[in-house]
């Protein structure tokens, strides 16, 4: 009894595979995992957008009006590179620290920013977001974090996706650029 049912869940288990036919097998096959194979552009803070210093919108652009101040720590990247279609699509994680007076109310701050994809010097694709910062009552520090689950982009055929890099910042005003500047916060 044990020699005839090995020959049918061998040929059940072959009939499955050649019935689901090649496109699983290409699509199985067409991705690698760049985080393993050192495929994934790599990922950046664009210094000169990296702090973001809120002014109080009644008071205007006065640096002494700044009600917060949020910088970007930290950025990682994974991806997916599939070598049939020359595409990638990443994730990219960005660490945040913001920090404000003591003592104040619970708030919530809706802050811009920017992913881009560049490759020789050259903007590909900028796409804007936000991320939501959180105070609490009386908290002057929030570490967090905010994830782009999937940003993709196509690969020239002459190029490898390390070739490209991704960069993130602030979406800063010219208001906000200048102070930075004065605060000697990055080098122009």
Same mark, same amino acid.
């Given at each position: 009894?044990?020699s005839r049912l090995?020959?049918?869940?061998?040929?059940?288990?072959?009939?499955?595979?050649? #019935?689901?036919? @090649?496109?699983?097998?290409?699509?199985?096959?067409? =991705?690698?995992?760049?985080?393993?194979?050192?495929?994934?552009?790599?990922?950046?803070? %664009?210094?000169? &957008?990296?702090?973001?210093?809120? $002014?109080?919108?009644?008071?205007?652009?006065?640096?002494?009006?700044?009600?917060?101040?949020?910088?970007?720590?930290?950025?990682?990247?994974? @991806? /997916? $590179?599939?070598?049939?279609? !020359?595409?990638?699509?990443?994730?990219?994680?960005?660490?945040?620290?913001? &920090?404000?007076?003591?003592?104040?109310?619970?708030?919530d701050y809706r802050?811009?920013?920017?992913?881009?994809?560049?490759?020789?010097?050259?903007?590909?694709? !900028?796409? %804007? =977001?936000?991320?939501?910062?959180? $105070?609490?009552?009386?908290?002057?520090?929030?570490?967090? /974090?905010?994830?782009?689950?999937?940003?993709? $982009?196509?690969?020239?055929k002459a190029k490898?996706?390390?070739?490209?890099?991704? %960069?993130?910042?602030?979406? #800063?005003? !010219?208001?906000?650029?200048?102070?930075? !500047?004065?605060?000697?916060?990055?080098?122009?």
């Open positions: 009894m044990k090995i020959p049918i869940v061998t040929a059940s288990a072959l009939a499955l595979v050649s #019935l689901s036919g @090649c496109e699983t097998y290409d699509s199985i096959t067409s =991705y690698i995992s760049s985080s393993s194979a050192g495929q994934c552009p790599d990922a950046a803070i %664009l210094a000169g &957008t990296s702090i973001l210093p809120a $002014f109080d919108a009644a008071a205007g652009d006065d640096p002494s009006n700044v009600v917060y101040t949020i910088s970007m720590t930290n950025v990682t990247t994974r @991806c /997916d $590179f599939s070598k049939r279609d !020359k595409t990638v699509d990443a994730r990219v994680r960005i660490y945040v620290h913001a &920090t404000r007076p003591p003592g104040g109310v619970a708030a802050v811009p920013y920017y992913l881009a994809v560049t490759t020789g010097g050259d903007i590909l694709d !900028k796409k %804007l =977001y936000s991320l939501t910062i959180h $105070f609490p009552e009386a908290g002057a520090i929030e570490d967090t /974090d905010v994830t782009v689950d999937s940003t993709e $982009f196509q690969v020239d490898q996706p390390y070739d490209y890099h991704l %960069l993130v910042g602030f979406q #800063l005003t !010219k208001a906000q650029v200048e102070y930075n !500047k004065k605060m000697g916060r990055y080098e122009p």
